[in-house]
């Protein structure tokens, strides 16, 4: 069945309903070879109303994906221009203030791991927030991406490519001393490809930095369908932390360390997640309200539910911030980040 191709406005796609497969029901299913494992039964786990696609979880590895994969026509529908923001700036001004704050630590913290004034790429660059401070920390930055849309407005001292696929780029062997994938694995088609890309143009002791949400997380077995770092249907791979050290290995790298903290995505993660497991409140309802609209454009949803969102925002930080340092202390982030180096 064709995936319909959602209304232009980004958070659209949150009107489709996730829920939860029974297991035992659905039994088992004959799908291609896992990225990680090559095996190739998997338990559907998750539908997706309206789409014509499920995720489904390899019985080998436990690595979800969207079955069938969309085609790439199908995907760029997921990623209306909306979705990359205005001219370089995606939400309201206070929380885009927060995110580009969150961008300069993160620099910081990717810099602190880099030699100062190496080349650094950063995959997936969208609108370029982290190069702009890569290059403030003396970093020579290079991001790709494979929408126009998308590297509009951004940092003009970042040399940015754009192309369909990171294998199209034409970068050369051993170019980068860093690459950065910070969640985007988990949206491209073939990310064993690109892992393996990225080994051949990175040089030997450079570190390659993947960011991604733990399917196999507290967070994640909590939340189920609800969880908002499912983000369906954009994320077409969902990793447990085990299969991406295996994903990791099978392409050439070997994992020098993790990080279960994260400002940005993880506090966010419960509070976003604890509002979709309400049946009340519309999926990803919280974000749709936070994400900047075009000037004149009328705020999503009525009035009251705005209230109870905001309401369920202020009521649900300080828990939300209080289970992610208890999943930190436990090395269960619901996003994690890996530094890997090639082998
Ligand atoms: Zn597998």
């Known amino acids: 069945m064709p995936i319909r191709a959602p209304a232009p406005r980004p958070y659209a796609l949150y009107e489709h309903a996730v829920s939860a497969v029974e297991s035992r029901a659905a039994g088992i299913l004959q799908v291609p070879p896992c990225i990680v494992c090559d095996a190739t039964s998997a338990r559907p786990r998750f539908s997706i109303e309206g789409l014509g696609a499920c995720v489904v979880v390899c019985t080998e590895c436990g690595t979800g994906r969207m079955h069938p994969l969309p085609s790439e026509a199908e995907l760029r529908e997921f990623y209306p221009p909306e979705y990359y923001g205005n001219l370089g700036t995606k939400f309201s001004a206070p929380i885009e203030f927060l995110v580009r704050w969150v961008g300069d630590r993160h620099a910081a913290f990717l810099a602190n791991r880099l030699p ?199 009521l649900g930080a300080g828990p939300a911030f209080a289970a992610t340092l208890v999943e930190t202390l436990a090395c269960k982030g619901g996003t994690v980040h890996v530094v890997a180096t090639p082998r």
């Open 116 to 314: 100062f004034g190496g080349r650094v790429l950063d995959v997936g660059c969208g609108r370029g927030v982290l190069l702009g401070s890569l290059v403030d920390c003396g970093i020579e930055a290079y991001g790709f991406e494979v929408s126009e849309a998308a590297v509009r407005g951004a940092d003009s001292r970042a040399k940015i490519c754009v192309a369909a696929r990171l294998e199209d780029a034409g970068y050369p062997d051993a170019y980068f001393d860093g690459v950065i994938l910070w969640h985007v694995l988990e949206h491209i088609r073939d990310p064993r490809s690109t892992l393996e890309t990225i080994r051949r143009i990175l040089r030997p002791g450079g570190r390659l930095v993947v960011a991604v949400p733990d399917f196999g997380s507290p967070q994640a077995r909590w939340a189920g369908p609800a969880w908002f770092h499912l983000d369906l249907p954009r994320h077409l791979y969902h990793f447990p932390l085990t299969a991406l050290r295996r994903l990791l290995e099978r392409t050439g790298f070997e994992v020098s360390s993790e990080h279960h903290f994260s400002l940005r995505q993880n506090p966010f993660g419960w509070l976003q997640s604890w509002q979709n497991r309400r049946a009340d409140l519309p999926r990803n309802g919280l974000y749709t309200l936070l994400y900047r609209r075009s000037p004149g454009e009328a705020p999503p949803f009525d009035a009251r539910t705005r209230r109870r969102l905001m309401l369920g925002c202020v």
